[in-house]
C-alpha cells in the first residue's frame, strides 16, 4: 500500500470489553511505533517495535496494554478490561530505519470510545 | 512536565497576518521535527532541523532551531485558510537515539480565517 494503514477507524466499546487495534505499515519499514492522542494535545509515545521485538515499552501506561508483531510487519495493539480514560486516537506510525532523523509516517489512527 | 512545550496552544487569526509558533525545552536535542495535523488524518512531517541555528523555508513557512538546540520556531508568512491545522513539534528525547521514539508538544491549533 501507498502509506500506513490503520483499522477500524473507529472502534465503540463498552467498559471492561476487549479490543484489538490494527496497523499495516509500509511495506519495507522495519520501525514501528505506537502513540496515543488525546483530544487537543500532541501524541504520546507508547511502544516501539524493531522486527519483530518490542525494543522499547516504556510509554504503556500499564499492563492492560500490549503489542504484537510477530511477522515484521502488521502490528495489534491490544487493550484488556478497557477503562473510560483509554478514550484516544491510537496512531500508528512506521520508517525505515530507527534513527532519530527518519521520517515516521503515520497512519490517520484509530479513535477508540469507552462508554 | 512536559519535556517541549509549545506556545501558543491556540491562534485565531485573519487571512494575510503573520504568526510564529514557539517550541521550548530545557534540553538539547539532537533534532527537532515540526509537523502539522488535520482532523482525522495522522500528523504530516514538514521539516526537520539538526543544526543549532539552522534556518529551514518551505513555501511561506521558515523554521528555526536555537543555537542552543533547545528551541524551536516556526514562523508563517501572510497566512491563508489552508494553513489551518495543528501544528506539533517532536524530537527524540536524550538518552533515546537508538530507538527514534518521538515525544510532542501539546500542539499549537491554528485557524485562518478567509
Known amino acids: 500500500g501507498a502509506g500506513v494503514s490503520q483499522t477500524p477507524s473507529n472502534k465503540v466499546t463498552e467498559k471492561g470489553k476487549y479490543v484489538e487495534l490494527r496497523c499495516d505499515p509500509i511495506?519495507?519499514?522495519?520501525?514501528l511505533y505506537w502513540y496515543r492522542q488525546s483530544l487537543g494535545q500532541g501524541p504520546e509515545f507508547l511502544i516501539y517495535f524493531q522486527g519483530t521485538g518490542a525494543a522499547d515499552d516504556s510509554g504503556l501506561p500499564n499492563d492492560r496494554f500490549f503489542a504484537v508483531r510477530p511477522e515484521g510487519s502488521v502490528s495489534t495493539l491490544k487493550i484488556q478490561r478497557t477503562e473510560r480514560g483509554d478514550s484516544a486516537v491510537y496512531l500508528c506510525?512506521?520508517?525505515?530505519?530507527?534513527?532519530?532523523?527518519?521520517?515516521?509516517?503515520f497512519g490517520p489512527g484509530t479513535r477508540l470510545t469507552v462508554l | 512536565t512536559q519535556l517541549l512545550e509549545q506556545s501558543p496552544q491556540f491562534l485565531s487569526i485573519q487571512e494575510g497576518e503573520n504568526l510564529t509558533v514557539y517550541c521550548n525545552s530545557s534540553?538539547?536535542?539532537?533534532?527537532l521535527q515540526w509537523y502539522r495535523q488535520e482532523p482525522g488524518e495522522g500528523p504530516v512531517l514538514l521539516v526537520t532541523?539538526?543544526?543549532?541555528?539552522e534556518v529551514k523555508k518551505l513555501k511561506r513557512l521558515t523554521f528555526q532551531f536555537g543555537d542552543a538546540r533547545k528551541d524551536s520556531s516556526l514562523h508563517i508568512t501572510a497566512a491563508q485558510p489552508g494553513d489551518t491545522g495543528l501544528y506539533l513539534c517532536?524530537?527524540?528525547?536524550?538518552?533515546?537515539?537508538?530507538?527514534?521514539?518521538?515525544?510532542f508538544g501539546q500542539g499549537t491549533t491554528l485557524q485562518v480565517k478567509p
Open positions: 534540553s538539547v536535542f539532537s533534532s
Open positions: 511495506s519495507g519499514h522495519t520501525a
Open positions: 506510525a512506521s520508517s525505515r530505519y530507527r534513527r532519530g532523523t527518519d521520517t515516521q509516517y
Open positions: 532541523v539538526v543544526t543549532g541555528g
Open positions: 517532536a524530537g527524540v528525547p536524550p538518552g533515546s537515539s537508538n530507538t527514534g521514539k518521538l515525544i
